[in-house]
């Protein structure tokens, strides 16, 4: 595909761009540890994937034509985003936990973090609207099998999310040793990630409807 390389500069670009997947990334990797950020990866990168899905099939159309269809999807992407941002700031403290030998590692908290990775995104409509704004742009009809342009940009966009995320993630581990010998940096932490997914959700609340 002739325009591949810039499709994956308009991804990097994106990706670079600070939002709600990049603080929840950030903020579970230096609070527990890389393998969680990496469950919440998971969840984001089946989000994405559900996003390319339904914007291949139409169904993102239905959030430009009906609007209380945009609406809902909206509303709970603000409530979830407000939830988990003064779920942070009623946090004791966001230092990352000292494991034991002996600890079992949870099942559940890594199901938990992909749950939390999957409805960060899946539930906001501006994620699903710009992939049908963006794939489009780089799908040609006369070059045959849309079907297949629409899998291999799809995959790529995908695969770059989880690279980004994967970086993200092992930048907030380093955060997290570095706060968790900064008790005062603690504290700044949980108000700025809170604040951050708290004004996310303020900005999706605010948004026009396409």
């Not at 239905?62 to 003064?86: N, Q």
Request: charged share 10%; proline share 4%.
């Amino acid at each position: 595909m002739a325009n591949l390389g810039m499709f994956i500069g308009a991804l990097i670009a994106v990706y670079l761009l600070p939002g709600p997947d990049m603080v929840l990334v950030l903020q579970t990797s230096s609070t527990q540890g890389r393998g969680y950020a990496l469950a919440t990866a998971i969840g984001l990168g089946v989000a994405r994937a559900a996003h390319v899905t339904l914007a291949a099939v139409g169904l993102a159309t239905l959030l430009k034509t009906i609007p209380w269809a945009f609406e809902a999807v909206r509303m709970t992407g603000v409530a979830y985003l407000v939830w988990l941002g003064i779920k942070i700031a009623r946090a004791s403290s966001l230092a990352p936990e000292v494991s034991t030998a002996t600890q079992a590692i949870s099942a559940h908290a890594y199901r938990g973090a992909a749950w939390r990775g999957l409805l960060t995104n899946i539930t906001n409509p501006k994620a699903l609207l710009f992939c049908s704004v963006l794939l489009p742009q780089f799908i040609h009809a006369e070059a045959g099998n849309v079907a297949g342009q629409f899998l291999l940009l799809g995959t790529v966009l995908v695969a770059m999310g989880l690279l980004f995320d994967a970086l993200y993630a092992i930048a907030g581990v380093a955060m997290g040793y570095w706060i968790a010998r900064n008790p005062v940096v603690q504290t700044v932490q949980r108000w700025t990630f809170a604040a951050l997914l708290i004004g996310f959700g303020a900005r999706l609340a605010f948004a026009e409807r396409p």
